[in-house]
């Protein structure tokens, strides 16, 4: 049997994790890896603009404590670099949610919540 990832012409699709559960591999990331995305994780900020400029995922996906927070130096640096300014980012909130917080999100460039 062959799975996708190695039949001829397929195309790995790489994303950047940003969670802040450091932990080995979180529901997030499980639930990426079935649906057949390559999960590179991190829980630092700074890594995450690096791997971004580095690694050019064709997405990235930050949980969030709370959203507007604690990635929104992180979004305006993504969306100020021409290299990472093209990459969609989304955002998965955990816990609270407040719909002041998505405001300041759309001034910033995140793509979803």
């Known amino acids: 049997m062959v799975d996708g990832s ?3 012409g397929a195309r790995q699709r790489n994303v950047l994790l940003v969670d802040h559960d450091s932990s080995a591999a979180t529901p997030q990331q499980r639930r990426l890896e079935a649906h057949g995305y390559h999960v590179t994780k991190t829980s630092d900020v700074e890594v995450a603009l690096s791997l971004a400029r580095q690694a050019q995922p064709q997405a990235i996906f930050a949980t969030v404590q709370r ?3 604690e990635h929104t130096p992180f979004l305006q640096a993504l969306r100020r670099d021409d290299q990472t300014r093209h990459i969609p980012v989304t955002l ?4 609270h949610d407040d719909p002041l917080d998505r405001l300041g999100l759309l001034r910033v460039g995140r793509d979803l919540w």
């Open 92 to 95: 998965l909130p955990i816990g």
């Open 6 to 8: 190695s039949r001829r």
């Open 67 to 69: 959203l507007g927070s």
